[in-house]
């Protein structure tokens, strides 16, 4: 069966939280190794991957606006396909 694109998309999606996911996590094991490790450090550091983060929830929230765009396509496709009052050949 091939994948349509609200589902391509939906992978995309997951890829991009994934990634926003572990950027995170590394800034956080960072911060901490560093303390660890004796480094003074504020709790503002970690700030630089703040563009990053930005950037990646742009880029999910175009995913979902895509995904909705797919779907809204779709909808249309299969309604003039189908027009109004006309019987399907499954019935």
Do not use: C
Not at 18 to 39: K, L, P, Q
Not at 57 to 83: C, H, T, W, Y
């Amino acid at each position: 069966m091939t994948r349509n694109h609200v589902e391509r998309l939906g992978e995309f999606r997951e890829i991009l939280v994934a990634t926003r996911r572990e950027g995170v996590r590394n800034v956080h094991h960072t911060r901490d190794a560093m303390r660890a490790s004796g480094f003074q450090i504020g709790d503002s550091d970690g700030s630089s991957y703040g563009a990053k983060l930005k950037e990646l929830q742009e880029e999910i929230e175009a995913v979902d606006r895509a995904i909705e765009d797919e779907k809204r396509l779709a909808s249309a496709f299969e309604g003039a396909a189908n027009p109004a009052g006309q019987l399907s050949r499954e019935s």
